[in-house]
């Protein structure tokens, strides 16, 4: 699996850190990633570590940051992978349904093992070279939890939860889970009560199921981008530009092939690496700009210039004019349109 995969980060998500008193802005400035990618459906791998990991930085203690989230995390925010799982018929139907929907959002996975009186879940990950962040893996268990509590509608307790690497305050953890927690061990993982499995949902919902099941099962099938060349690339380089000009070693790379295969292609759809690069650049200035809470010499770095200088002389072949005068003039445009509204209502 390269770093090109695209992950489906929930929008809940940053609603659930303003309910924490944290900003997107404060998480993504945190994370050295475009501002940009708030708004955005679907990060690649690299970024959805980084974006967790600046959480965690912002947090003062891991156990506290996991508690919060899971518990926080309103119903009304899940994403319809989750939606599947809360409405479930029971806690071992919404947990299939977790492991199976989880497949759309790698790159951790989850395996599902029932045996005698225990079931446990076992937290895999996927090739990456980057390791992940303790907060997203005790997150991770931790809402398979809370999900099982919320679904019954009952104060379910774990049997034993394992991890591999420090988690803060374990005395915390220990309260919320219920249960003894291992730290240090070689794999990480929740193990339930079975019998808990068989507990229905207060929340089940089998119309809402019937609608959507066939959906999800139909974008699992279809998980495979069928985007262009040319759409994969600026993909990739709007998420990369932060601070430094990605080369097309480093696309090809996350693409899974050669300089020379990749050039190709582009040539092939009447393109270039350097003008998608240079185009891409443009955009994100523009959209950048239009944000008067951003500094110039910010926008610049935003954009992958480290020398603001560079980045005004780009602007001026881009757009004939520097970057503060044609903020001034978007802004003076704006305020024009908003009077002439206002005359015509």
């Known amino acids: 699996m390269t770093s090109y995969t695209r992950i489906k980060f929930p929008t809940g ?14 998480v993504v400035r945190k994370a050295r990633l475009p501002l940009t990618i708030i708004h955005e459906p679907v990060v690649n791998i690299h970024q959805y570590l980084s974006i967790w990991q600046a959480y965690s930085d912002l947090i003062d203690d891991i156990a506290k940051g996991i508690i919060k989230l899971a518990t ?25 349904r977790m492991a199976r929907y989880k497949q759309m959002c790698p790159p951790e996975n989850l395996l599902i093992t029932e045996r005698d009186e225990h079931c446990t879940i076992e937290l895999k990950w996927l090739n990456t070279e980057q390791s992940a962040p303790s907060m997203l893996i005790g997150i991770t268990l931790a809402f398979l939890l809370e999900l099982g509590r919320r679904g ?37 993982k929740l193990t339930l009560h079975r019998s ?19 959906v999800l099962d139909q974008s699992l099938d279809e998980q495979q981008p069928s985007n262009s060349i040319t759409e994969m690339v600026k993909w990739i380089l709007k998420r990369s530009l932060t601070g430094g000009r990605p080369d097309i070693q480093t696309v090809a790379g996350e693409l899974g092939m050669s300089n020379r295969t990749l050039q190709r292609r582009l040539t092939d759809e009447e393109t270039s690496f350097k003008h998608l ?3 891409v650049r443009y955009e994100q200035a523009r959209e950048y700009l239009a ?52 005359k015509e209502t």
Not at 158 to 177: C, I, N, P, Q, T
């Open 291 to 342: 944000d008067p809470s951003l500094e110039i010499s910010e926008v610049a770095f935003l954009v992958g210039y480290e020398d603001q200088n560079s980045f005004y002389r780009a602007f001026r072949l881009w757009e004939d004019d520097t970057p503060s005068n044609w903020r001034t003039k978007q802004f003076d445009k704006s305020s024009i349109n908003c009077r002439v509204l206002k």
């Open 196 to 214: 808990d499995l068989d507990r229905p949902f207060i929340s089940y919902n089998g119309e809402l199921l019937e609608i959507l099941t066939p």
């Open 72 to 96: 926080g995390f309103e119903t009304v925010h899940y994403p319809p992978t989750v939606l599947a799982a809360y409405h479930a018929r029971d806690y071992r139907d919404a947990l299939i």
């Open 13 to 26: 998500f940053w609603t659930g850190l303003h309910q924490l008193g944290i900003t997107p802005h404060e």
């Open 152 to 188: 019954t509608g009952q104060p379910l307790t774990a049997r034993s939860v394992e991890f591999s690497h420090s988690m803060g305050d374990v005395k915390l953890l220990e309260d919320y889970f219920g249960c003894r927690i291992q730290i240090g061990g070689n794999c990480n």
């Open 277 to 279: 690069l240079t185009q």
